[in-house]
């Protein structure tokens, strides 16, 4: 995952593969300004399962602005 971040945006991106349709996609703000983002294609058995978890200083994201969307080139990106 790749990250970028300016003042008033961070912006996290990856590629996933065709494998993880969009449904299989997860992404949960937590307490303590954290995200955590599982894409899981559970009817596979190998490299099927990815995870992060995202920590913020607190204070310093807006985690009711927390937008995601899945492109044509399966990029998941997640702005903050």
Same mark, same amino acid.
């Given at each position: 995952?790749?990250?970028?971040?300016?003042?008033?945006? $961070?912006?996290?991106?990856?590629?996933?593969? $065709?494998?993880?349709?969009? &449904?299989?996609?997860? @992404? /949960?703000?937590?307490? #303590?300004?954290?995200?955590?983002? =599982?894409?899981?294609? *559970? $009817?596979?058995? $190998?490299?099927?399962?990815? #995870? *992060?978890?995202?920590?913020?200083?607190?204070g310093d994201a807006d985690m /009711?602005? @927390?937008?995601? !969307?899945?492109?044509?080139? !399966? &990029?998941? =990106?997640? &702005? =903050?």
């Open positions: 995952m790749t990250t970028q971040s300016s003042s008033t945006l $961070h912006t996290f991106s990856v590629v996933l593969p $065709h494998a993880v349709p969009p &449904e299989m996609i997860t @992404v /949960s703000a937590k307490k #303590g300004d954290r995200l955590d983002v =599982v894409a899981d294609a *559970w $009817h596979m058995e $190998h490299d099927c399962h990815y #995870g *992060w978890e995202i920590s913020f200083a607190p /009711s602005t @927390v937008r995601a !969307r899945l492109n044509q080139e !399966r &990029e998941l =990106v997640i &702005e =903050v």
